[in-house]
């Protein structure tokens, strides 16, 4: 072995310590019989990590990315890739940080909604991947006897995601999906945002007032009466007619029981 | 020298099992191209997926695979284990290959000679490891452990490199044909790769093809590059973004006249184009692929 | 908790007609065909790809340093915000 090949040379941890760090040169012990430039052969690897890793970011943040345009985004996720690159191989689920990170983000806080627009795109990419399971709909329902209603224990559907928000992200995500021209919004009208995804199409929607607040009651157990209460309690515009609409017919549920006995 | 056709004996880089996957060209599968497909049925050998997409709980990946699966053979392809990589293996990530392998029942299993995590951070990366006696024994190590875990025989696929190392003490086939004979593996070779390398690093692509233990091959990978430059020296980039590039086809003719037709998968994961355009790719393989075969039969007949 | 210092905020009564007109008015939605189809397919993101060469675009230096960021949001925002969004001052809200 050349004495001029220091410990570990050719090792894993030069590698990747210097993957992530753009300014440094190659890792010792790299040869380029072909005679061209060790920096610029690692520079491909260096390029493809970054590379890919903002394109993962800008599949899973496409709303984001519209709204600040695709050079702020890229910089932007740059910064997050290299302070928290993935630590499981499955990349779908790459980004549940990077909402905060974006909330924490000196350039990006005249946005101040940019960050609960992340959070939201992160809860569509769970629904994607979410479990799957049949939905309950209205006729399952209808056929609790109007006495225990009060008492059913609903299920949550796998792919439920609530994000709850002071500014309106799910405005500001449809038009920045569906519209070439994006419409203006009023930001400041607080949306609450539920996705879910009962067969294989996610969809967003807004919830009635209240609901955030009456479908996380119901996805800790307690019985649909005593949501209602918990909800009514947090939220006085509480409306439990639309809501239970939303729970009867959009597959936000997969089980119904009364108390402890299953449907 | 190696006979022309697949070899008599049983061979762990062709197995018997369930699913099995003809010596025919077939295609990564691409979400751009789920329903076309599902629709129109086409005719190819077989789908191979990258396993960390389907790792989800549910949802429409597994389902359209489930459907496509119904239709075709399967080839499970890894791209994220790091059998490379100096630490051990992630068992929460063997057993979620374990399960896609249980319910998918794909005809072969590959991963690559690469490592692509390092102390727990993951770089969406195929990154290259020096060849010398202490890689070896790892890389062996790591690939008994997972043909242990799946219960199967895996291929190991030859990496595209843009660099060589100090620390290498063993060229690229004689490590791959040592890692196969110690762990009984089979290797998928990427000849596409194969020409890559040789480029990069002043290498003769045909040379290598010629040392290499082709008995143990048990799948052939194409795919298109892209061309950049290092000083004036040609550097090309594995880049899974073309039509099978040109220079490749006369080194995959020249490896099936060593190996006889094995089961060929044109990759295209960037710019992914009209599935017309990925199928007109699998049929040209196809094309070679029934004249090898012819070769062969004629060579056995003489 | 809560519940159980607090009266009563929604009548037994309050709950049945709620529940009963959202059953009427959901069986009568129900027929639309929901998400029937199997939506849009995400990209998968694992791949075995060199992504954009060796392009400079991942490895900018500037593109890294926060101290030296001069970007500034240059998509949608301005056109589809209004009115309290644009140009606010306010620290971003960490929730």
Known sequence: MPASLERGAGGERAFAARLLD????????LRVPAGGSADRRFSV???NVAVGLVATLAARFPVCRRLVGDAFFDAMASLFALQSPPRS???SAYGEGFPAFVAEFPPACGLPYLADVARLEVALGRAYHAADAEPLGPAAFGRFPQGAWGELVVGLHPSVNLVASPHAIVSLWETNTRDATVRPVAVAQAEDALVVRPHLAAAVSVLPPGGHAFLSALATGVPLARAAEEAAARVPAFDLAANLVILFRSGVAATARIGAAPL | MQPPTMPPIPNPARPNGHGRVPARAGAGLKPEHYAEIVETRPDLGFFEIHAENYMGAGGPPLAWLTRIREAYPLSLHGVGLSIGGEGPLDAAHL???????RRFEPGLFSEHLAWSTHEGKYFNDLLPLPYNADTLARVVMHIDQVQTRLGRTMLLENPASYAEFEASTI???????????????????????????GINNGR??????????????????????AEDEDGGIPLLIDA???????????YYRRALARCGPVPTLIEWDND???????????????????EAAGLSDHARVA | MRNNLTPHLIAATALATAFSAALTVAASADDKPTEKCYGVALKGQNDCAAGAGTSCAGTSKKNYQGNAWKLVPKGTCEATVTPTGKGSLSPVASR
Do not use: K, Q, T
Not at chain 1, 22 to 29: I, K, L, N, S
Not at chain 2, 171 to 188: H, K, M, P
């Open chain 1, 45 to 47: 690897y260096r390029n």
């Open chain 2, 171 to 197: 060229s690229e086939v004689d490590f791959l044909a040592e890692i196969a004979a110690r762990s009984g593996c089979g290797l998928l070779l990427d000849v596409s790769n194969v020409y890559i390398s």
């Open chain 2, 240 to 250: 899974h973004v073309a039509r099978v590039s040109d220079p490749v086809w006369p």
């Open chain 2, 95 to 101: 057993d979620r290959l374990r399960e896609l392998n």
């Open chain 1, 89 to 91: 191989a499955v990349m």
């Open chain 1, 22 to 29: 753009p300014d440094c040169a190659a890792p010792r012990g």
């Open chain 2, 204 to 225: 003769d692509p045909g040379a290598y093809l010629d040392a290499f233990p082709m008995r143990h091959v048990g799948e052939i990978h194409l795919s298109g590059y």
């Open chain 2, 272 to 290: 992914v184009p009209a599935w017309a355009v990925l199928h007109a790719d699998v049929r040209r393989a196809d094309a070679v692929l029934r």
